[in-house]
């Protein structure tokens, strides 16, 4: 079906998150966006009318018309809609979490495989442009401290806030320190719902890294901070600013340095190093379009996506080994 010149893209699943596909997909020259499909007549009708697609009146339909497709379904349904998708030669992207278990994400892993089709998974902080700022630096990371806090909200309270929220930080974690978990600590609360509303989880890497998380969905104030630490650096990172900062120390002769503040010297006799900080150019990019455009490109292309489907089972993993050690923690405190 592809001419070559552009992708045929659906979208499945046009609530709040999915309508914001469908409005990207609109606006990529790389894409002929083909139509959507929602449960909701209504819904699907409406945001079909806004940009001239087709209201499909299944998802077999609309998998008959494109070659790529979002999936912004509640994520228990993921599996069974990706399987169909995957299984008609479509390529998907997920909204995360991937799926609610392992097994059913490794399902989906090995049949994209042997339907030689994409998995892309829709962890969008990959994408910040707080992230893409420090592409440039050499990221190795000795100790991690993250918060995600948001002001509640209904939408979401069916899944914990380690799926909720969490997971985002979690997925930029192991992207960042490429090591394995050797061990989780995790305590969490339900507050205002019957899932987890606040949780902290302290993760060991094999390579000796800690990383110390917090996610909660009933904060007065919203935060999206991540601080690192590593052997002569110093980086926070702003996902709500979309900005990066770098405190590090250089050798008093690098010329590669290019410092927006010289915070001042360290050091004696041959060995002296200057302190600098420095703010790395923002990318003036929407996070949302830029992740689908990764998207399209990867099918084009043929090539692994920058979030594959592995990188999202990797993060449920953790994710669900959070959950159980919190389950456990409850228990044990009842």
């Known amino acids: 079906m592809n001419d070559q010149k552009q992708l045929h893209v659906g979208v499945i699943g046009v609530g709040h998150l999915g ?34 697609v087709t209201p499909f009146d299944t998802i077999d339909e609309l998998l008959k018309n494109v070659d790529a497709v979002s999936i912004a379904a509640v994520t228990s349904a993921h599996h069974e809609v990706a399987t169909e998708a ?45 992230i893409l700022s420090l592409e440039a630096y050499q990221i190795k990371p000795l100790f991690i401290e993250s918060h995600r806090l948001a002001q509640f909200n209904p939408r979401g309270t069916d899944v914990a806030v380690v799926l909720d929220l969490m997971i985002h930080d979690i997925d930029i974690i192991l992207s960042l320190v490429q090591s394995d978990v050797s061990d989780i600590a995790a305590n969490g609360v339900a507050v205002v719902s019957d899932s987890v509303d606040i ?9 000796g890294c800690v990383a110390n998380v917090t996610a909660s969905r009933i904060s007065q104030n919203k935060m999206r901070k991540m601080r ?61 379009k830029y992740e689908l455009e990764s998207f399209v490109s990867s099918v084009l292309r043929n090539v692994t996506p920058i979030v594959s489907g592995i990188d999202g089972r990797r993060a449920l993993d953790v994710a669900g080994k959070i959950m159980r050690k919190i389950q456990v923690q409850r228990f044990n405190g009842d």
């Open 86 to 130: 995957l299984s008609a030669g479509v390529h998907v992207l997920i909204e995360k979490p991937i799926t609610t278990t392992v097994a059913e994400a490794d399902e989906l892993i090995a049949l994209a495989n042997r339907k030689s089709v994409l998995i892309q998974v829709g962890h969008i902080e990959r994408f910040n442009p707080a």
């Open 199 to 207: 949780a902290n989880a302290r993760l060991q890497f094999e390579n």
């Open 228 to 288: 690192m630490f590593q052997h002569n650096a110093y980086i926070s990172i702003d996902f709500s600013q979309g900005k990066s900062e770098v405190f590090r120390l250089v050798d008093e002769n690098d010329q590669t340095a290019t410092p927006t503040v010289m915070l001042g010297k360290i050091g004696e006799g041959k060995k002296r190093r200057n302190i600098i900080y420095e703010q790395p150019e923002m990318k003036e990019v929407n996070a949302l």
């Open 19 to 52: 309508s914001l596909h469908a409005k990207m997909y609109a606006q990529i020259p790389a894409v002929r966006f083909m139509g959507v499909y929602d449960q909701n007549r209504s819904t699907c009708e409406s945001v079909a009318a806004s940009y001239g």
